[in-house]
């Protein structure tokens, strides 16, 4: 199964949960929040700061 790839926009965070953890390229916006709420283990192939 391919990864999903996720942007972060301001005002629409990314709530890292334990049952959406593995993700492939994450983009993060200017003023994006990402929130982790799990104590798994979290994979991300690419974290990009825009």
Do not use: C, H
């Amino acid at each position: 199964m391919a990864k999903r790839d996720v942007t972060v926009e301001p005002g629409d965070p990314l709530r890292i949960t334990n049952s959406d953890r593995d993700f492939g390229t994450v983009t993060i916006k200017s003023g994006g929040q990402v929130f982790v709420e799990t104590s798994a283990q979290v994979t991300i192939d690419k974290l990009v700061k825009e």
